[in-house]
């Protein structure tokens, strides 16, 4: 390890570094790693972006190693959780297996600390995370059908048109995001020009698919975005004629090919994804990966207890259960007082429970040998949610 010199990246270092990040994360065509190295090459110019948060790991001159900690805001209810997202992990082909990357994962969660974050978000490979006190928290939603299934989609006669997306339209699309995600149980706050920077990068061959829904006022009422129609796109829309004009619109791009699978990345109990059950035959895909996928940790133990502790009282008292509530940060975990019960659990555990990734089942057989009683207390306090993040959001 001694030959491995971490720090801050320069502009002067990121032709590397986007060379590197794009051979690693492309699909292997040609056309994948032209959008890839566009995508990195363009990364600076975001406006969460500072050059402060990248970190690269060097050797005789060489960038063999990089990790990017996004500055953002994750909302539980009312509840405002400032973290830090892992992006980009990558060692250079010739340099891995030397603890490379755990290292710059290590000097990344120091950051985090020293930044004021509580949390941390990653997207991580299955079975290296766990090392650093990740745990899994989510898994996404993919709804797929053929382009011959929604051709058959029947036009309501709602006169709801699908257009090109434009700058002007950008405003009505945060309003949609707003309006939709802050009902779900976890959110990204999203500003403007976040959004405005995320929607794909042009690219010659291969053009962005952006496209919004007017109803017949010209009010918009979805949209759909990615960087082709059948990609796993952000689709948002308001209710079922937004969706059958989306479906039929995504179907028209590949009307010679009837077999083509069309994927939007939905959770399943979206309205996109609940009406478009309706209108032709559709596949729900669940995927994640053991010990990997959508991770989290604790970056500030005590904060995010303080945080989130009000919004588990209230959840207490709404179900009317006997006795108090208290969480505390405690050596071993998270210390959870209901009633007369208490129970310690580990930090990656506490999150599970927090985000609603543990079902009634996986409860039980985490506490076999504890009080039936308190089992059923932790069921109704974390119920198992449907949540995922929003494409654009993925970083």
């Not at 403007?192 to 109803?215: I, M, S, T």
């Not at 969480?327 to 599970?352: D, K, N, Y």
């Amino acid at each position: 390890m001694s030959d491995l010199a971490i720090r801050a990246c320069t502009p002067d270092d990121w032709p590397a570094v986007s060379e590197l990040g794009a051979r690693t994360f492309s699909d292997g065509s040609e056309v994948g790693y032209q959008r890839s190295l566009i995508g990195w090459r363009r990364l600076p110019q975001s406006p969460d972006f500072d050059w402060t948060d990248v970190y690269i790991g060097v050797v005789d001159g060489q960038v063999v190693a990089h990790v990017r900690v996004v500055d953002a805001v994750l909302r539980l209810g009312q509840v405002a959780l400032r973290f830090g997202g892992l992006s980009g992990v990558v060692t250079h082909p010739d340099y891995r297996g030397r603890g490379y990357a755990a290292a710059l994962v290590r000097a990344c969660i120091r950051a985090m600390e020293d930044a004021g974050q509580v949390l941390s978000l990653l997207d991580g490979i299955p079975r290296f995370y766990g090392q650093f006190g990740y745990a899994s928290v989510w898994p996404n939603y993919t709804l797929s059908f053929t382009a011959g299934e929604a051709a058959n989609v029947p036009d309501d006669g709602s006169g709801y048109v699908v257009r090109p997306g434009s700058e002007a339209d950008l405003p009505a699309l945060l309003a949609l995001y707003n309006a939709q995600w802050q009902a779900r149980p976890w959110f990204v706050e999203r500003s403007l020009d976040a959004l405005r920077f995320r929607l794909p990068p042009p690219l010659a061959g291969d053009q962005p698919y952006f496209v919004v829904v007017e109803d017949a006022a010209g009010s918009l009422r979805g949209y759909s975005t990615g960087y082709r129609a059948d990609d796993r796109s952000e689709v948002l829309a308001t209710d079922p004629a937004a969706v059958s004009a989306l479906m039929r619109h995504a179907a028209a791009a590949y009307a010679e090919d009837p077999a083509h699978e069309i994927k939007w990345l939905v959770a399943p109990d979206e309205p996109a994804a609940y009406y478009a059950g309706r209108f032709c035959k559709v596949g729900y895909h669940r995927w994640y990966s053991p010990n990997g996928g959508w991770m989290a940790r604790m970056i500030d133990t005590q904060a995010t207890i303080d945080r989130v502790r009000p919004l588990l009282v209230v959840r207490w008292e709404a179900l009317g259960a006997p006795g108090e509530l208290d969480v505390t940060h405690c050596i071993e975990g998270v210390r959870l007082r209901l009633a007369s019960h208490t129970l310690t659990v580990p930090q990656g555990r506490f999150l599970q429970l927090l985000f609603g990734f543990l079902t009634p089942r996986e409860i039980d057989e985490t506490l076999t040998d504890r009080d039936i009683e308190l089992r059923d207390h932790l069921k109704r306090l974390f119920p198992p949610v449907t949540n995922q993040l929003a494409g654009l959001d993925w970083f």
